[in-house]
Antibody, heavy 125, light 107 residues
Framework: QVQLQQWGAGLLKPSETLSLTCAVS????????WAWIRQPPGKGLEWIGE???????NYNPSLKTRVTISLDTSKTHFTLNLGSVTAADTAVYYC???????????????????WGQGTLVTVSS | DIQMTQSPPSLSASVGDGVNITCRTS??????LNWYQQRPGKAPKFLIY???NLQTGVPSRFSGSGSGTDFTLTISGLQAEDFATYYC?????????FGQGTTVEVK
């Protein structure tokens, strides 16, 4: 049973860099994409990006210029860095595993099937 | 980006009721549609993938249907633990996008 445990600074000032880490246990690190998703207070979910052990990555174009997601395979951690934060980046940030499920009428469906506990990051001067 | 529109934004129901939540996409996504449940203060929980396939352990009172651009999550016989917010999500093309959520509240 995979477990994701995340941590990082919860209060930032505008223009600083957000940095969060997610530790993965209980499952092979190399077989999946590992993702970050955020949720502003009272709002819906926004996919930030994802990275795979092989080095493949995908980022949301809306955040691409400010985002880096990296892997530390020796420690089975992955990290989100989001630069030049503003109040609009205030949100609960989740790490998640992206799995691949077989389904009729598809070539396999990508799903976020395991999630970290979430970290509230507040950006305020 | 593929836009996801859920309706209604919220609904009130009682234990034992059946409810339907609709998700409409801005372009056809074939069967690449998933559903999640989120209880207050908790991380989302993965429920259904590929429109109608239940994740292991999800009760059979949950079901999904639809195709193309119109999809439905049905809960038949609401239980107390089902009062939560539900999100649809497309996995047809990046950026992966979610609906804005439908909150199922106690009447």
């Amino acid at each position: 049973q995979v477990q994701l445990q995340q941590w990082g600074a919860g209060l930032l000032k505008p223009s600083e860099t957000l940095s969060l880490t997610c530790a993965v246990s209980g499952e092979s690190f190399s077989d999946y994409f590992w993702a970050w998703i955020r949720q502003p207070p009272g709002k819906g979910l926004e996919w930030i990006g994802e990275v795979r052990h092989s080095g493949n990555f995908n980022y949301n174009p809306s955040l691409k210029t400010r985002v880096t997601i990296s892997l530390d395979t020796s420690k089975t951690h992955f990290t989100l860095n989001l630069g030049s934060v503003t109040a609009a980046d205030t949100a609960v940030y989740y790490c998640a595993r992206q799995n691949h499920k077989a389904a009729a009428g598809t070539f396999g469906v990508k799903v976020f099937d395991s999630w970290g506990q979430g970290t509230l990051v507040t950006v305020s001067s | 980006d593929i836009q996801m529109t859920q309706s209604p934004p919220s609904l009130s129901a009682s234990v034992g009721d059946g409810v339907n939540i609709t998700c409409r996409t801005s372009q056809t996504i074939s069967n690449y549609l998933n559903w999640y449940q989120q209880r207050p203060g908790k991380a989302p929980k993965f429920l259904i993938y590929g429109v109608s396939n239940l994740q292991t352990g999800v009760p059979s009172r949950f079901s999904g249907s639809g195709s193309g651009t119109d999809f439905t999550l049905t809960i038949s016989g609401l239980q107390a633990e089902d009062f939560a917010t539900y999100y649809c999500q497309q996995s047809y093309r990046t950026p992966w996008t979610f609906g804005q959520g439908t909150t199922v509240e106690v009447k």
